[in-house]
């Protein structure tokens, strides 16, 4: 099993930014890759980034390619998305997810929220 807690979220203005946190917990060792998803209200989920574990290499939804940036600490299993520039259309539960031994997002966190007011 693996957990995983979020944490970082908020509210903030327009053109602020935010640093979200997610810290994976127990049987990490074949994680693929660590991501983070966000849900508006009265939409679904949609995906935001991700980061291969090995090798590092990341992938950006276009709505935030520019102005959020997904890194990690292997040591600290822990994965971070730096917000730039938030505006409105941000706001929304953002959930971090893991790959571990699965070809697809396995394992979720409980969400933050981030809220942009403009």
């Known amino acids: 099993q693996v957990q995983l807690v979020e944490s970082g979220g908020g509210s903030v203005q327009a053109g602020g930014s935010l640093r979200l946190t997610c810290a994976a917990a127990g049987r990490t060792l074949s994680t693929y890759a660590m991501g983070w998803f966000r849900q508006a209200p009265g939409k679904e989920r949609e995906f935001v980034a991700t980061i291969r574990w090995s090798g590092g290499s990341t992938y950006y939804a276009d709505s935030v390619k520019g102005r959020f940036a997904i890194s990690r600490d292997n040591a600290k299993n822990t994965v971070y998305l730096q917000m730039n520039s938030l505006n409105p259309e941000d706001t929304a539960v953002y959930y971090c997810?893991?790959?571990?031994?699965?070809?697809?997002?396995?394992?979720w966190g409980q969400g933050t929220q981030v809220t942009v007011s403009s």
């Open positions: 997810a893991a790959q571990v031994r699965s070809d697809t997002y396995n394992y």
